[in-house]
């Protein structure tokens, strides 16, 4: 069965711009997580999607947003990008609400 | 690429010795626990999980210990292998909320 995928894998974008992130889940998974990891702030939850709806989001602000498809599978979009938007951003996917997550190898995102 | 901080802590064992790594948890109503390896360039790899009615779950030469009392968390891997040199992170989350909360990760490298 394939891994979590996540495209592009590496991005470069200056400020100001507003870039989209893909996440397919793994075959059968209906939940997706994203991360955003810094060498700063360590992982950081941005939001939770289950059957195309937001269950949960963490403390990032309204820039950073995100959707989910009746595939599962799932986008995040950042607008306005700054340069502390630098960093690696993870999906995860999962059976349901109470399974255990299962990360993709992330998109790598420089800001300059 | 550079997946995680710059200054994690960091344990040192030999080749062939057991490994014990610890994590403190935040949550006292977080009632679902997880280790991950994360190694460079990837994303984070899901090891073992243990919930909150239990004190020990083993896997395949881990072992996840949970002390609620005063809510530690320690990962043991027997028989360290140079495979086994990677950054570990403990989560944990309340279950349905699949918010993962994530330390800061400790670094674990394999002596020859």
């Known amino acids: 069965k394939a891994g979590v995928t996540q495209t592009p894998r590496y991005l470069i974008k200056t400020r100001g711009q507003q870039v989209t992130l893909s996440c397919s889940p793994i075959s059968g998974h209906r939940s997706v997580s994203w991360y955003q990891q810094t060498p700063g702030q360590g992982l950081q939850f941005l939001f939770e999607?289950?059957?195309?709806?937001?269950?949960n989001k963490g403390n990032f602000p309204g820039r950073f947003s995100g959707r989910q498809f009746s595939n599962s599978r799932s986008e995040m979009n950042v607008s306005t990008l700054e340069l502390g938007d630098s960093a690696l951003y993870l999906c995860?996917?999962?059976?349901?609400?109470?399974?255990?997550?299962?990360f993709g190898p992330g998109t790598r995102l420089t800001v300059l | 690429g550079e997946s995680v901080g710059l200054h994690l802590p960091t344990l040192s064992v030999q080749e062939g010795d057991n490994s014990i790594i610890n994590c403190a948890y935040s949550?006292?109503?977080?009632?679902?626990f997880i280790w991950y390896k994360q190694e460079s360039g990837k994303g984070p790899q899901f090891i073992i999980d243990i919930r909150s009615n239990m004190d020990k779950r083993q896997g395949q030469r881990v072992t996840v210990l949970l002390n609620k009392t005063v809510k530690h968390l320690s990962l043991q891997i027997a028989a360290t292998q140079p495979g086994d040199s990677a950054v570990y992170f403990c989560a944990e989350s309340v279950q349905g909320a699949q918010k993962l909360v994530f330390g800061q990760g400790t670094r674990l490298t394999i002596n020859p």
């Open positions: 995860a996917s999962s059976w349901g609400l109470l399974n255990e997550q299962f």
């Open positions: 999607y289950f059957s195309e709806t937001q269950r």
């Open positions: 949550n006292s109503a977080s009632d679902y």
